[in-house]
């Protein structure tokens, strides 16, 4: 039979199974030798009290006079057929939000045509490293752009609000089945990491083609076939046709060109506040000295994190893509633009911690732009990118300023050591951000140091512009059908059509997306 019980366990209580059956024995007073198995459904860090402990539900499997017949089997691994015959359905993205919609339309016996204007991750990571080495940048191929997405090169966490939409619990199954650490299960706040991200991605890859699902890197879509409101298919940049009676339109929030695609055909679109700002980066010892409340915490323990809001006149700034244990990245997608971004590997074992810290973006901010109607948002996006750039002069480069400096207005004459390893531009912030944006960070750092004593510290460095949170534009859809407003056949979704906020909110989207077609498909015939 199996027992559920909840308990606070030491980090080292809790190492392996063996230590974990031992510890929880005594605890609940059943025998050693009757627990065949202890299994911890879920955890998370209780930091209010010393010593730090994890909050555990766990479920014991326990034999019944030496029966263990009634024990709950195991899941078994998720299966895909063959849909070489399956109705057509293109897939515009290889990120979280079109691979999963992908694996999803396979299940339900669709054949996804899967078109990505970037590379494989294999060659991805080559550009990625010139983009180190030469400081140059790919505008097909980058952090933003290639297989796997933006959330192949982040932290890579899996939480999310979303799950009245759909499956977490699914996703979570489709990314063990494909190499993720059981962990993600049982974790509060999940997280994968983007050295393990990468194997995933190629794994999803082979699952796909190995039931003759189809990719097409290097395929850039410039324009879609609409007839009579209904979509026929795409126009790719090399001028080839590629007809289908289905399109998912999943090409991450940083695909200008499709935004500027629909505003031009006059295609329903809308503007969607967002969020801008910077990247705050501590040495990862502050941080973890703040949340764990003691300079002798475990080494068990993780790389602490933090979640910090604060609202000013009804706008909105707040810690966004925390990355404990992570580095800062250049994270532009074209010329002339300058921006960043934070990853982190599964250890998060980097000795800093980053987190983008943001303020809400209003149509109000935006009434210079007025004449570009609903990309108003975006062009103020772009513009503020334009002018980091004209100030670091490279794409990879990024302003630095010292968080304490930002708060007296100077310039920074050095700065903390930091995990950015392209250019670095001193300068500051309150002389080159809008005021809307400034204002609000200076009264947010203040008071998230009176939430975390130490956070504004000397040690800390403000670097870069933090930008692309989400999506500026909504390419609207139908709330029931999914479908986009004017073009039967089309589904806008994931972030970049601004119906998701992280890598589990664009999967489940995407899973909800193929579910739809299946609905209609069946509908119709």
């Known amino acids: 039979m199996r027992k559920f019980f909840e308990l606070n366990l030491l980090p080292e209580e809790i190492i392996n199974e063996d230590t974990l059956r031992i510890i929880v024995s005594k605890r609940v007073g059943i025998k050693l030798n009757t627990i065949k198995q202890a299994t911890i459904i879920k955890k998370s860090i209780d930091a209010r009290k010393d010593p730090i402990t994890y909050r555990v539900k766990l479920a014991l499997d326990i034999i019944e006079n030496g029966n263990s017949d009634d024990l709950p089997e195991r899941k078994q691994e998720i299966h895909y057929n063959d849909v070489s015959n399956g109705e057509r359905v293109i897939v515009i993205g290889a990120g979280p939000c079109g691979l999963f919609a992908s ?20 060659e991805r990571k080559k550009d990625i490293a010139s983009i180190f080495k030469d400081k140059t940048i790919d505008e097909e191929s980058n952090f933003s752009f290639g297989e796997g997405g933006a959330g192949t090169f982040s932290d890579g966490k899996l939480y999310t609000r979303s799950n009245k939409r759909g499956s977490i619990e699914e996703v979570l199954d489709i990314f063990i089945n494909h190499g993720a650490d059981k962990e993600i299960k049982v974790d509060a706040h999940p997280h994968i990491g983007t050295d393990k991200l990468s194997t995933i991605i190629k794994n999803i890859r082979k699952t796909i083609i190995s039931s003759n699902g189809e990719y097409h890197f290097n395929t850039k879509v410039v324009d879609l076939i609409v007839r009579n409101n209904r979509i026929k298919g795409v126009i790719t940049q090399n001028g080839d046709r590629i007809e289908a009676n289905y399109v998912v339109l999943a090409t991450g929030h940083s695909a200008r060109d499709i935004f500027y695609l629909f505003n031009s055909k006059k295609w329903l679109i809308e503007k969607k506040p967002f969020a801008m700002g910077v990247r705050v980066e501590h040495p990862q010892e502050i941080i973890n000295k703040i949340q764990y409340h003691s300079k002798n915490y475990s080494p068990l323990l993780p790389a602490a994190s933090y979640n910090l809001t604060y609202t000013y006149k009804n706008r909105g700034v ?9 580095m800062i990245i250049p994270a532009s997608t074209q010329k002339g633009l300058s921006l960043v971004n934070g990853m982190s590997n599964s250890l998060r074992n980097s000795p800093f911690a980053n987190s983008g810290i943001v303020v809400s973006i209003l149509e109000e901010d935006a009434l210079e732009y007025s004449d570009y109607g609903e990309l108003a948002l975006m062009k103020l996006q772009e513009d503020l990118e334009k002018k980091i750039y004209n100030i670091t002069s490279n794409e990879t480069s990024a302003p630095i300023q010292r968080l304490s400096d930002f708060l007296k207005n100077k310039k920074s004459s050095s700065f903390a050591e930091t995990s950015y390893l392209c250019d670095l531009v001193s300068v500051n912030f309150n002389n080159i951000l809008p005021k809307n944006i400034t204002n609000n960070l200076i009264g947010a750092f203040r008071n998230f140091d009176q939430k975390m004593k130490g956070f504004i510290s000397p040690e800390a460095n403000i670097i870069g512009l933090e930008s692309r949170t989400s999506s500026p534009v909504r390419i609207l859809r139908d709330n029931e059908s999914l479908e986009h407003k004017q073009i039967s056949g089309l589904y806008p979704c994931g972030e970049g059509s601004g119906y998701a906020g992280g890598i589990t909110s664009s999967c489940i989207d995407g899973i909800r997306v193929a579910q739809k077609i299946s609905e209609t498909c069946n509908k119709i015939f």
Request: hydrophobic share 45%; aromatic share 10%.
């Open 103 to 122: 694996l999803k339309l396979i299940a339900l016996g669709f054949k996804p045509i899967i078109l990505e204007r970037g590379k494989k991750i294999e």
């Open 318 to 326: 707040f810690s966004f893509c925390m990355c404990p244990g992570g």
